[in-house]
């Protein structure tokens, strides 16, 4: 039979086999999945990896995993990707087991270290090995951090090998956005960010939408390869949204002429198709006239008088094995 019935449970029941895990590897990585757990997270598994005992017993994950434990004895792998990237690798089974049947898998690391750079590539390949989509988020160090940027450096272009789309985000915006935070305060605006982004892509695939958003749509978006970048605005009126995710300067990257992009809006009962339009059009203005474009949105009661938007643009360009990264469109991290 080419056809069947679906009931209500079935429904239920089909979107809670979709597996998808999110993955902090390295002290940054861990400190992200602590703030998603902090949000509140439908839909997803969260797993803290570090090689640093002590602050991996501080975060709160679904699973946590200390990895290179004989060779570091849970002491950090001293800012040595090298080290770190063994760690994982003698970590595969435990590795391998939680990302068995995974569909999506969130890769978030700061790089520039040791765990984080080491560890995230290999965990990356080994998700992707295992059938799952691989949505990396790395973080790069601070300008002044000198050999740190180096390291972080080669370790975005073994991760972008890996993934089938790479985020990555600078902390050096911190300095314009947040200069007189201190500085707990201000690392956690990176972490609000990079758990908003994972929240709202998460719900966007497994939470009930007027116009819906299936996990086959966010595969063919995030397997147009290359760098991405997320697009990320609220405010009350469709123009100002669209100004408020067009200038987030946390993701300083010129996305011209991208070839996907995966947006999904979110809006109390005034959402209208006419402002569901105006903001897809001021998000895709600037992308490739042929550019895969898929829409989704959802009326929330809790965005009363608010739209909401996140937009993930794919498809911009690749790092080349140097890992130079202004050959990566535009003016992405001009420090560097």
Same mark, same amino acid.
């Given at each position: 039979m080419s056809w069947e019935y679906v009931e209500n449970e079935d429904i239920e029941k089909d979107l809670r086999q979709l597996k998808i895990l999110v993955i902090?590897?390295?002290?940054?990585?861990?400190? +992200?999945?602590?703030?998603?757990s902090d949000l509140g997270l439908k839909g997803a598994e969260t797993i803290a990896i570090n090689t640093d005992r002590r602050h991996l017993a501080r975060i709160k994950a679904d699973k946590r995993l200390l990895i290179g434990a004989s060779l570091t004895k849970g002491f950090g792998a001293g800012g040595d990707p090298e080290l770190g990237? #063994?760690?994982?690798?003698?970590?595969?089974? /435990?590795?391998? =087991?939680? %990302?068995?049947?995974?569909?999506? &898998?969130? #890769?978030?690391?700061g790089l520039g270290g040791g765990t984080g750079t080491g560890s995230a590539p290999f965990v990356a390949d080994l998700?992707?090995?295992?059938?799952?989509?691989?949505?990396?988020?790395? &973080?790069? /160090?601070?300008?002044?951090? @000198?050999?740190?940027?180096?390291?972080? $450096?080669?370790?975005?272009?073994?991760?972008?090998?890996? +993934?089938?789309?790479?985020?990555?985000?600078?902390?050096?915006?911190?300095?314009?956005?947040? /200069?007189? %935070?201190?500085?707990?305060?201000?690392?956690?605006?990176?972490d609000q960010l990079i758990?908003?982004?994972?929240?709202?892509?998460?719900?966007?695939?497994?939470?009930p939408s007027l116009i819906n958003i299936d996990f086959s749509d966010l595969r063919a978006i995030f397997r147009q390869r290359g760098i991405s970048t997320v697009l990320y605005g609220e405010n009350s009126d469709p123009d100002s949204v669209v100004k408020d995710a067009l200038s987030n300067p946390f993701l300083d990257i010129d996305f011209t002429g991208a070839t996907g992009a995966l947006?999904?809006?979110?809006?109390?009962?005034?959402? $209208? !198709?006419?402002?569901? $339009?105006?903001?897809?059009? @001021?998000? &895709?203005?600037?992308?490739?006239?042929?550019?895969?474009?898929? !829409?989704?949105?959802?009326?929330d009661d809790d965005c009363e008088g608010?739209?909401?938007?996140?937009?993930?643009? $794919?498809?911009? =360009? =690749?790092?080349?094995e140097s890992g130079d990264l202004e050959t990566i469109g535009g003016h992405l991290m001009t420090a560097y």
């Open positions: 902090g590897c390295g002290g940054g990585g861990c400190n +992200s999945i602590n703030r998603l990237r #063994v760690c994982a690798e003698n970590a595969f089974e /435990p590795l391998n =087991e939680i %990302l068995c049947d995974a569909d999506l &898998t969130f #890769v978030i690391a998700a992707r090995r295992n059938g799952s989509l691989v949505f990396s988020i790395a &973080t790069m /160090p601070f300008e002044c951090e @000198g050999r740190r940027v180096d390291i972080a $450096t080669r370790g975005l272009w073994q991760l972008e090998r890996f +993934s089938d789309t790479l985020l990555i985000l600078d902390n050096n915006r911190l300095l314009e956005m947040v /200069p007189h %935070l201190p500085v707990d305060q201000a690392f956690g605006v990176m758990s908003e982004i994972v929240k709202g892509i998460t719900e966007a695939i497994t939470e947006i999904h809006i979110t809006g109390g009962s005034n959402l $209208t !198709l006419k402002r569901v $339009t105006r903001v897809v059009e @001021g998000i &895709t203005a600037f992308l490739d006239p042929q550019a895969n474009v898929i !829409l989704g949105a959802r009326v608010v739209i909401r938007v996140i937009a993930v643009i $794919t498809g911009i =360009e =690749e790092i080349d």
